[in-house]
C-alpha cells in the first residue's frame, strides 16, 4: 500500500478540532458499554508502571472525569490500588493493581490484547460521516491543472479528468503501458484537500474495529497538542477517541488480495481491522494496475461500485454478527487492459468515467524528452530531439510510449558515466540507446569483431 498525501493544493487553515465531538463526561455518554471500558483500563493499569488519572486517560482518550469513575469502581470491587504520591503541582495519585485486578486483567487480555484509545459507538461513526459528506469541497479546474503540470497531456484530457474528479463518481483511467496512467491517478489523488475526524476505533456488536493508519491517516494536530489538550481546556470541549486528519488518499496495486475488501480479525490480538473503503473514508481510493490484483475485477466493482453508489457497506464480524457503515470514497481505477477485457458491459456501465490515456503524439514526446533532458541536466538540441523522434515514429514500427523519452535518455546517461563522459543526446548516442532498448540489432558485429 502507497499513501499520498496533500502538499501545496487546497490548504485547509481552518481550526481542526472545530468539527470533532464535545467530550463526554461520563461514562454513559461514551455510548460504550461500562463493562468494556472497565476492561480497557484494567489492561491499561496492567500494560503500564502505576500509571497516574490523567496518565490513564492520555491513554484511553477519556476524560479524567470518566476514568476516575471508571477507576472508583474498580478499586470499591478491590480490583485495584491507590497510592499516594508527589507531583510537581502537589499530591498525585497513582494506581497499581491488586491480585484480584491482575486476574481480572489476564482474562481481559485472553478476549481482546488492545490496549489504547477507547473505541467510539458505530452510530455515532455514521452520523459523523453523514455530516463530512456536506463539507466535502470538489477540487477546482486549476487545482487539477497544477496537480497535472510536471506531465504532458493534452489540455482537454486534463479538462475531462477534472470533471471526472470533480465529480466524485468512479473514474477508470486506461489505456497501454507506459503512458503515465499511475502517475496522473496518483498525481490527482494528492489534490484532495479539507480535514476529516477520525476514529481510532469503532465499538460494534460487543467487538473493537481499529480504523487509524499511522500510513494513511495524517494528524492536523501535533503530539505534543493533543497531549496537552488532554488535560488543558481543549479537552472540556473535545472527544479525544477522535483524530482530526486530513482527507486521506489510499493507493493500492497489484499486491492486494480479497482481505482488503472485509472486515478482518486478528484472533491473535482479538480486534477487527477495517477494510480498505472504511480506512479511505472521506479521501480517495485508487486501484492501480487493475486486473492484476489477487482478487477479480468483477468482485472489486461489485464491493466497492455498487456499494458507492447505496452510500454503505456491510461487514460481517468474527461473531457472524453484521455492521454496517457509510462509504464516502471517490474511486479511481486504473489498468493496462483493454475495458472489454476486463469487465462484461453490466460491470463497465457502473463505471460513470471511463478515460483512455492514449500513446503521445509526435510533438508530445518531444516535450516529454525535452523536460527531461532538462531535468537530468542533459546537454541537447532540437536537431537531436527530432532525430530520436524520427527513429521512434518511422513507418511500420510500434507506437512509443510515453516513457520511451525516460528509458532512451537513461541508456545515453548509462553509456556517458560507464566510458567516464558527458552525457549528450546527439545522433550517435540515440543510435546505441535505441538498438539497446527497442531490440532492433545492428549495433554490434559480433562476427565481425571475433
Not at 500509571?51 to 472508583?72: K, Y
Not at 503541582?89 to 485472553?110: C, I, P, T, W
Not at 523536460?371 to 530520436?388: D, F, H, K, N, P
Not at 552525457?423 to 543510435?431: A, F, V
Amino acid at each position: 500500500m502507497e499513501e499520498a498525501q496533500v502538499d501545496g493544493f487546497g490548504a485547509d487553515d481552518t481550526d481542526p478540532w472545530q468539527e470533532v465531538p464535545a467530550v463526554p463526561l461520563t461514562i454513559q455518554d461514551t455510548g460504550i458499554p461500562e463493562s468494556f471500558l472497565r476492561e480497557l483500563v484494567l489492561k491499561t493499569v496492567w500494560a503500564h508502571d502505576m500509571p497516574s488519572l490523567g496518565g490513564i486517560a492520555s491513554v484511553t482518550g477519556l476524560h479524567s472525569r470518566v476514568v476516575e469513575e471508571l477507576v472508583t469502581g474498580l478499586n470499591r470491587e478491590g480490583l485495584c490500588d491507590v497510592d499516594q504520591g508527589s507531583a510537581a503541582g502537589g499530591v498525585q495519585f497513582r494506581y497499581r493493581l491488586s491480585d484480584r485486578g491482575k486476574n481480572a486483567a489476564h482474562e481481559a487480555l485472553g478476549r481482546s490484547r488492545y490496549v489504547g484509545t477507547a473505541p467510539v459507538p458505530v452510530s455515532a461513526y455514521n452520523q459523523i460521516i453523514a455530516d463530512q459528506v456536506k463539507r466535502y469541497k470538489r477540487p477546482p479546474l486549476e487545482d487539477i491543472k497544477k496537480a497535472l503540470a510536471h506531465m504532458v497531456l493534452p489540455e482537454r484530457l486534463v479538462e475531462v479528468i477534472g470533471q471526472a474528479f470533480f465529480s466524485r463518481r468512479a473514474l477508470m483511467i486506461y489505456g497501454p503501458s507506459g503512458n503515465g496512467k499511475t502517475d496522473i491517478v496518483t498525481s490527482i489523488a494528492s489534490i484532495v484537500a479539507g480535514t476529516i475526524v477520525i476514529p481510532y476505533a469503532l465499538y460494534g456488536h460487543g467487538q473493537l474495529i481499529r480504523v487509524f493508519d499511522p500510513d494513511v491517516h495524517k494528524s492536523r494536530v501535533g503530539a505534543e497538542e493533543k497531549s496537552e489538550s488532554l488535560l488543558g481546556d481543549r479537552a472540556f470541549r473535545h472527544d479525544q477517541r477522535w483524530l482530526p486528519v486530513h482527507r486521506p488518499s489510499v493507493i493500492v496495486g497489484g499486491d492486494m488480495g480479497a482481505e482488503a475488501l472485509e472486515m478482518s480479525y486478528d484472533a491473535t490480538q482479538g480486534v477487527h481491522q477495517a477494510p480498505l473503503s472504511v480506512v479511505a473514508q472521506g479521501g480517495v481510493l485508487v486501484i492501480d494496475d487493475l486486473g492484476r490484483q489477487k482478487v477479480s475485477p468483477k468482485e472489486i466493482l461489485n464491493r466497492w461500485v455498487l456499494m458507492m453508489e447505496q452510500g454503505y457497506d456491510s461487514f460481517a464480524l468474527s461473531t457472524s454478527e453484521i455492521v454496517r457503515l457509510p462509504l464516502d470514497v471517490t474511486l479511481v481505477f486504473s489498468t493496462n487492459l483493454t475495458l472489454h477485457d476486463l469487465m462484461d458491459e453490466a460491470y463497465l456501465r457502473r463505471i460513470a468515467y471511463k478515460i483512455s490515456i492514449p500513446n503521445p503524439a509526435r510533438a508530445q514526446l518531444a516535450e516529454i524528452t525535452q523536460r527531461y533532458c532538462t531535468a537530468r541536466g542533459i546537454a541537447w538540441s532540437e536537431s537531436a530531439v527530432q532525430y530520436l523522434m524520427d527513429r521512434l515514429y518511422a513507418p511500420g514500427g510500434a507506437a512509443p510510449h510515453g516513457c520511451f523519452a525516460r528509458d532512451i535518455i537513461t541508456t545515453v546517461i548509462d553509456e556517458a558515466e560507464f566510458t567516464c563522459k558527458e552525457p549528450t543526446l546527439d545522433n550517435e548516442s540515440i543510435d546505441t540507446a535505441c538498438a539497446l532498448y527497442l531490440g532492433t540489432g545492428g549495433l554490434l558485429d559480433i562476427e565481425a569483431a571475433a
